[in-house]
């Protein structure tokens, strides 16, 4: 079945570092990908999301690549600040094999310090 | 954009109660509404898909007579929690979507269910 795996966490850094949080799948059809976040008692708000092979999603500074060749959709930052610490949840949608539903990643909390 | 309304936001519990959760689209016409449950520091676990008008799909391991769940309209689906024990204490979240997903996916705030 489908699965997404993601860099454990926690993950920690300074404020303007450099963020990368490692995203795999597997998937037996043409799978959506999506990256999610959820601040402290909060819901999920969606990041980004690309649908095809080589798309590139990217919001508020954040990028993310379909790489088809190594089923990866890695989440990267170039500068992080205080305010991006949250949860970060790699998602990926497979309606040939899943239907609607999502499949989420362990997620991977993010703390930024100043 | 599409706007998904969780009700309540918390809500503490008598042991043996029931809790009632109700998802609302706002602004779009949910076709399929999901429910999940979050265990803290925990990714979300589906627990049941529903589609307006006709039962819900529970996952394996999730009790259909405890989680009961109800997508009487396009933009409404409610959980309620039956004969609430503390181990059902948790964090649950809707989400919708329209047309299987194709249009992406919108998350509900969240609810912190305390059962003591």
């Known amino acids: 079945g489908d699965s997404v795996t993601q860099m454990e966490g926690p993950v920690t850094l300074s404020e303007e570092a450099f963020l990368t949080i490692n995203c795999t799948y597997t998937?037996?059809?043409?799978?959506?990908l999506f990256w999610y976040v959820q601040y402290p008692g909060e819901g999920l708000q969606l990041l980004l999301k690309?649908?095809?092979?080589?798309d590139k999603g990217s919001n508020k500074g954040f990028e993310a690549t379909y790489r088809k060749e190594t089923t990866s959709f890695h989440l990267e930052k170039g500068s992080v600040q205080v305010s991006d610490s949250a949860v970060y949840f790699c998602a990926l949608s497979d309606p040939e094999t899943s239907g609607s539903r999502l499949t989420f990643g362990e997620g991977t909390q993010l703390t930024v310090n100043p | 954009g599409a706007v998904v309304s969780q009700h309540p936001s918390r809500v503490i519990c008598k042991s043996g109660t029931s809790v009632k959760i109700e998802c609302r689209s706002l602004?779009?016409?949910?076709?399929?509404m999901f429910w999940y449950r979050q265990f803290p520091k925990q990714s979300l676990m589906l627990m049941a898909t529903s589609n307006e008008g006709s039962k819900a799909t529970y996952e394996q391991g999730v009790e259909k007579d405890k989680f009961l769940i109800n997508h009487a309209s396009l933009t409404l689906s409610t959980l309620t929690v039956t004969s609430a024990h503390p181990e059902d204490s948790s964090f649950y979240i809707c989400s919708a979507t329209r047309t299987g997903g194709m249009f992406g996916y919108t998350f509900g705030s969240g609810t912190r269910l305390t059962v003591v």
């Open positions: 602004d779009f016409q949910a076709t399929t």
């Open positions: 998937a037996t059809g043409y799978p959506s």
């Open positions: 690309a649908t095809k092979a080589d």
